[in-house]
């Protein structure tokens, strides 16, 4: 194990620890024999897809279980469905599909383009004449989907079950991104506000905090296989941020695990793109295969770091050549993956193969008319160190390609 995921292993173990210890003090009671039905056929699976622990899932249907309860009739043995819920979420599902492809139309378009072109393209799109247009594209019902805590009445519970059918049959990762993220705060927000009266409400804020906060360190490690696309760990950040704006049990101890977590995402997906001075040796090199292991967005965000924008290579500051600090960095990188690589996902060794094409084909292009006045006092440095990223992408391209022949 990395030196850097041995420190998110020891977040992950201290949120757990204060998690198992609120945990004593949840009272148990056991659910109608049709809601623990529910609990395992319908309500559980699909939770373990989006980095739920199981424990975790079952505490919190435990904490609230007699409003969770109100979701079906122990009677008839049947699931109450708001009928208009299916058609709202419809309705979203198609209008993020629009732009979807609306999106990847444009991302084709402009890795033709030249800078002087994208820079053109962006100001007339922000022209007052056409912001009008943006109204009609962007999806905004679905933020009032049942799910705020402030919003959020004891019969919504039935709306779990909508959400959950088109979480396990939806293939498009831009819309299964957002059902993801509505589970996630639409049950940790459900049991917090409708625990059952016999629960300490201080144990039941410690529980579902610090449970999220533990499936942020385990889902930013790893996520779930075929949810790499998904940034699930976010949606565990996104309800710890806002948790410190509705309970009245926040703590120095709170503040401090989320300060960690926001501290931890910002390294794995930087803004700024590596230089000699940033670079800070092994954890600097270990950091981009956790960071490739979420799809896109890691591809996007190592892409970033080794000064790519797009198809193009960034501007280089006049005293901060990059080429000898990106050799180190991807020596540092190709290790990491030779030691990990057979317990990587197939999603994970496909971004990985498709970085190293990506700089290969594309960090050095033209360089010789990128090089700054002081850049070209070095050129023997320079075009050594780019010869040899080059040989070495080549070679682990082969290797692994050859290796992984089944991607």
């Known amino acids: ?99 979807a492809e609306k999106k990847a139309l444009i991302e084709k378009r402009m890795a033709r383009m030249s800078s002087r072109e994208i820079h053109d393209h962006f100001r007339k799109s922000m022209a007052p004449e056409n912001l009008t247009s943006l109204l009609d594209e962007i999806a905004t019902s679905w933020v009032i989907l049942p799910r705020a805590h402030s919003l959020l009445r004891k019969n919504d519970g039935c709306c779990l079950i909508s959400y959950l059918k088109y979480l396990k049959r939806e293939k498009n990762p831009d819309f299964k991104r957002i059902i993801a993220r509505i589970v996630t705060e639409f049950i940790g927000n459900y049991s917090l506000k409708f625990a059952s009266e016999n629960q300490s409400e201080r144990a039941v804020n410690e529980v579902i905090f610090y449970g999220y906060a533990m ?74 295969l956790l960071t490739l292991r979420h799809g896109k967005r890691g591809l996007e965000a190592t892409c970033n770091s080794f000064g790519l924008a797009g198809n193009k290579l960034q501007s280089i500051g006049l005293d901060q050549p990059l080429i000898p600090s990106s050799v180190k960095a991807l020596t540092g990188l190709i290790r990491e993956v030779e030691i990990e690589k057979t317990n990587e996902t197939r999603k994970t060794k496909q971004t990985i193969l498709q970085f190293m094409q990506r700089l290969r084909d594309t960090y050095y292009r033209g360089l010789t008319d990128n090089l700054s006045v002081a850049q070209r006092g070095l050129p023997d440095q320079l075009e050594f160190a780019s010869q040899r990223l080059v040989s070495i992408i080549n070679k682990f391209i082969g290797q692994f390609s050859l290796k992984e022949h089944h991607l």
């Open 1 to 99: 194990m990395s030196r850097l995921s041995s420190h998110i292993a020891t977040f992950e173990n201290q949120a757990r620890e204060k998690y198992n210890t609120a945990l004593g003090r949840i009272h148990y009671d056991k659910p109608t024999n049709w809601f623990q039905s529910i609990l395992n056929r319908t309500i559980l699976p699909p939770l373990r897809e989006i980095g739920f622990d199981s424990q975790l899932s079952r505490t919190l249907f435990q904490i609230a279980i007699h409003s969770w309860q109100e979701m079906g009739s122990s009677v008839d043995d049947c699931l109450w469905i708001h009928p208009s819920l299916t058609n709202s979420i419809e309705e979203i599902r198609n209008s993020v599909l629009r732009r």
């Open 215 to 288: 499936m942020f360190w385990q889902n930013l490690a790893k996520p779930p296989t075929g949810c790499e696309e998904l940034a699930i760990y976010r949606n565990f950040l996104d309800w710890a941020k806002s948790f410190l704006k509705k309970t009245n049990f926040i703590t120095d101890d709170k503040i401090e695990a989320v300060n960690d977590m926001v501290a931890m995402e910002k390294t794995l997906f930087p803004s700024e793109p590596i230089t000699p001075e940033s670079y800070r040796g092994e954890i600097a090199s270990e950091k981009f």
